[in-house]
């Protein structure tokens, strides 16, 4: 592949392996401050080694990387699908209509986090030229590899701008996300609820740790112990959610090994046995949510280790946020709030994109309108 450009050439590689570490972990992440571990070259070769991406699961490695004068300047995580399982951006509708039209949806080419319904970097470049490139290849991929569409899942206003002038359609999504105002202690937060959420929220935290000790445990304090507890908590959670785990053990040993310093294992216990826990990525400005799962069902334990713990931890550690993942309006009552997210869609057939497009814009303003609204039922005191 070529972007017209002389010296600039685009090219995929099978495995994440293929590339060298540092050079990839430059691009995704240049600047500590704003540390993303979903792109980080540890957590995808994490998901390869393990088996958890792979053809037989319906995520083909074809990550497309573009050099010049063969040095790299950009890159983007890039899959083959054979379904669309695990993305959070849920488009199964989309292939249904295009198959019952006589087309076909699978395969189709995915940039994104596999499994991870975080927003962060796609285009991984530093430049915007860089960048441009990258949007352009993967509508090029697509055409090459006979793939209907090209996607690309949870990016920035920075990658949105440069997806939307590539052609590809706008869609936006919804999160809930805890912004912190600067607060020293988790009682200063508190101070700006209401007081009737303020009451709720201490009585959840009193309920929830009651039997119980509740610990956060970084890097190598999670001890195989915990990582052997928090397996079987995620496999429950799992098959609950989706039928069958998505990760495999082995990934989860893998980034115990590679990412330690970036893990927060918020654990109950009760007698010294693990009974419930949460797993997070701690990033540059950030803190996130993955994985929970519990042997008990207590009330508002779920709250406390995957929402209220969390933000302790960021009052703490001076983090800039929460994002706790997928879905839950609940999370509103504990002062998440709701935020945009975005993806982008590049459809090869023409009247296929057309209708795509009108539904997007439908569907833009219903979900622009519902963020609105929802803004009305945080618990912050009104002005």
């Not at 699978?106 to 319904?117: D, G, H, W």
């Amino acid at each position: 592949m070529a972007d017209g450009a002389d010296k600039l050439v685009g090219r995929t590689l099978s495995s994440i392996s293929e590339i060298d570490a540092s050079q990839w972990n430059s691009l995704a992440n240049p600047s500590p401050e704003t540390y993303n571990p979903f792109v980080c070259h540890d957590f995808l070769s994490a998901l390869e080694t393990s088996k958890s991406v792979a053809p037989e699961t319906g995520w083909a490695p074809m990550h497309l990387i573009v050099e010049e004068a063969g040095a790299l300047i950009g890159a983007a995580p890039l899959y083959a699908k054979g379904h669309s399982q695990g993305e959070y951006v849920f488009d199964h509708h989309w292939a249904d209509a295009l198959h019952r039209a006589g087309g076909r949806y699978y395969p189709k080419l995915l940039s994104a986090a596999p499994f991870t319904p975080v927003p962060g970097p796609r285009l991984l470049a530093k430049t915007h030229a860089a960048k441009a490139t990258i949007a352009a290849l993967l509508r090029e991929a697509a055409a090459q590899t006979g793939a209907s569409s090209a996607h690309v899942n949870f990016i920035t206003d920075d990658d949105r701008s440069i997806l939307e002038s590539a052609g590809f359609l706008p869609r936006m999504g919804e999160q809930y996300h805890w912004f912190n105002r600067g607060y020293e202690k988790f009682e200063d937060f508190l101070g700006e609820l209401a007081s009737r959420k303020r009451k709720q929220i201490r009585r959840e935290r009193r309920e929830a740790a009651d039997g119980l000790t509740i610990r956060r445990l970084i890097g190598a304090e999670i001890t195989e112990r915990h990582w052997d507890a928090f397996w079987m908590f995620y496999q429950d959670t799992g098959a609950r959610k989706w039928g069958h785990p998505y990760l495999t053990r082995t990934f989860f040993r893998l980034i115990a090994d590679a990412m330690s310093d970036r893990l927060l294992f918020i654990v109950a216990e009760r007698d010294g046995e693990p009974v419930a826990g949460a797993l997070n990525f701690i990033g540059g400005d950030a803190l996130y949510g993955r994985y929970w799962g519990c042997t008990e069902d207590m009330p508002f334990l779920h709250f406390e280790l995957c929402y209220h713990q969390a933000v302790d931890f960021a009052i703490e550690h001076g983090l800039n946020r929460v994002e706790a993942g997928a879905q839950g309006q609940h999370k509103i009552a504990r002062g998440y709030e709701p935020v945009s997210t975005w993806s982008a869609h590049w459809i090869e057939n023409e009247s296929f994109r057309d209708a795509i497009d009108r539904y997007l814009q439908s569907e833009r303003e219903q979900t622009g309108m519902e963020i609105d609204t929802l803004k009305d039922y945080t618990p912050f005191r009104k002005s």
